[in-house]
């Protein structure tokens, strides 16, 4: 039965008298993330731990209402529940004594009606952002509130849980203007192939790039699901090259990332690397082992085809072995995936893409009534996390010596409890390993150790640079010519213009204060 707000009020001596669940899946591309339990006690008011002698501002001691805006992570709500009235959320209000007002712009276009919520007058207390670049042009505008006194007095949790090297990435003169929510793994992509694909074929899976090639020409024209149809695809992308990380890494580079090269940094769309790259996949387009239709896959089209056996061989998120690849192989038993080792190029190169440590920011508009129950919210996801990122103990999961046991049926009722304890993820490797393993034979947590051991860090990790705010926008259209290329509609010299144009309209000025940067923290 699903409770009201009235019902929130009361707190409730045991969370294992909150017996209804749910749970939650994320976006962003990085499900699973969250830690430790914080219980309110028993009796008739609700007191958090560390916040007792805490108190709220004079006057606003009975249940201050306080609006947010966060993503709604692209999930989905049980019948007769939405953002503002479900179990996770009105669990959050009996523990905080807060009456939380949820706002959640589309997926599709939530960077820009954050910019339209920031002018409309109309502020609310917290908005959750992705972009750095978003992040920076507001703090520059004066427009967000400094945080360090209120961590200091309401945010325990926070400071404990929150290396200092990360508050020092949302500091501008010195002060911190968002409480940062964290990435748990560094990287996403590795490669799955189907091994009953490579047996009937006679392959051996593949290590070096040729080997790659020989196998996605063999996948695409040799007829690996025996059926007497050319249905199959060697290889395939989604859309703007996603899932072609592990490709570049052969050649020793990844868009959108900064190396270090001969003491100083530049940029890996402009380097001689990305031009071999680019000129390999467009040889496989060429001959017909590249999917045609690439540049029109969705994750949903992705999906599609490797369920109906139409893709044997792809790069995978850490997490598609529970997904996709789970259900081609329910729907052909015979169906068998393995990892397989990162291509290695012509010169002995091989990784993957790395993602940023921080993964959102909790930001305050500059003139919130309410940035004190702000951070007391966002401690209080950060202290229980157990509750917010498992589900409710004995109901959901439950303990079995050092192994956590998940009813999978309740666990993806409720995932929609991600979109709360998104706010605020502190990794803890411990819990993090234990729910994975308890999800199932899914091999979750030895691909994220597959993937840590091969990435390719992004060696700038600072604040967005002026120029990066001047002139990101138009600089990124110009990738366009990427897609381009490796379709056959530009040459391969197409690509020597854009990295000229690529330094004349803003990246040379960017490519400078990189460096300064740099020169700064050496």
Not at 89 to 101: A, M, R, S, V
Not at 315 to 331: E, F, H, L, Q, V
Not at 419 to 430: A, G, H, M
Request: net charge negative; charged share 25%.
């Amino acid at each position: 039965m699903t409770r009201t707000k009235a019902d929130t009020s009361r707190c409730l001596p045991k969370l294992t008298r909150i017996r209804d669940v749910l749970f939650r899946r994320n976006m962003r591309l990085l499900p699973f993330s969250v830690l430790l339990l914080g219980m309110a006690s028993g009796g008739t008011g609700c007191s958090l731990p560390g916040y007792a002698d805490q108190p709220l501002p004079a006057g606003e001691r009975t249940r201050p209402q306080v609006s947010i805006v966060i993503s709604n992570l692209g999930m989905t709500f049980p019948e007769g529940m939405d953002e503002n009235d479900n179990r996770y959320l009105n669990y959050i209000e009996e523990q905080t004594g807060l009456d939380i007002q949820v706002n959640t712009p589309p997926t599709e276009v939530y960077d820009e009606k954050l910019d339209v919520i920031m002018s409309s007058g109309n502020l609310p207390d917290l908005l959750h952002a992705y972009e750095p670049v978003w992040f920076d042009n507001y703090v520059k505008q004066g427009a967000l509130l400094p945080l360090d006194d209120l961590i200091d007095r309401y945010g325990p949790h926070l400071k404990a849980k929150i290396p200092p090297e990360v508050w020092d990435r949302v500091k501008y003169g010195g002060k911190i203007y968002a409480v940062p929510s964290l990435n748990e793994v560094t990287g996403i992509e590795l490669i799955y192939a189907r091994k009953d694909w490579l047996d009937r074929l006679g392959l051996d899976p593949p290590e070096t790039l040729d080997e790659y090639y020989e196998v996605i020409r063999a996948f695409t024209r040799d007829d690996p699901d025996g059926n007497g149809l050319p249905d199959t695809v060697g290889l395939t992308f989604t859309a703007d090259l996603g899932r072609s990380s592990p490709f570049f890494g052969a050649f020793g580079t990844q868009l959108d990332t900064w190396f270090e090269r001969d003491g100083g940094l530049v940029y890996g769309n402009i380097l001689p690397e990305t031009r071999e790259a680019l000129g390999f996949l467009a040889g496989l387009y060429q001959e017909g082992l590249l999917e045609r239709e690439f540049p029109l896959n969705l994750q949903t089209n992705l999906f599609e085809k490797i369920e109906y056996g139409k893709v044997g061989l792809f790069s995978a998120t850490w997490y598609d072995t529970r997904g996709p690849i789970a259900a081609n192989m329910k729907r052909d038993p015979s169906a068998r995936w393995i990892p397989l080792e990162y291509p290695i190029g012509p010169h002995g190169d091989k990784g993957v893409y790395s993602i940023d440590l921080i993964r959102g920011y909790n930001v305050i508009p500059a003139d919130s009534p309410h940035a004190a129950e702000v951070i007391q919210l966002l401690d209080f996801i950060a202290s229980d996390y157990k509750t917010l990122k498992l589900g409710f103990e004995n109901e959901i999961w439950r303990r079995d010596g050092d192994r956590i046991v998940t009813d999978f049926a309740l666990h993806d009722e409720s995932l929609y409890r991600g979109i709360y304890q998104s706010l605020v993820d502190v990794p803890d490797e411990t819990l993090f390993k234990q729910r994975l393993d308890s999800l199932g034979d899914f091999n979750l947590y030895n691909n994220i150790q597959i993937i840590q051991r091969h990435i390719m860090p992004n060696a700038f990790y600072g604040i967005p640079t002026p120029a990066m705010g001047k002139y990101n926008d138009n600089l990124n259209r110009l990738e366009d010519v990427f897609v381009k290329i490796i379709l056959g509609i530009e040459p391969l010299e197409a690509f020597d213009r854009y990295a000229e144009r690529w330094k004349a309209e803003g990246g040379s000025e960017i490519t400078k204060e990189v460096n300064r940067w740099y020169e700064s923290r050496r």
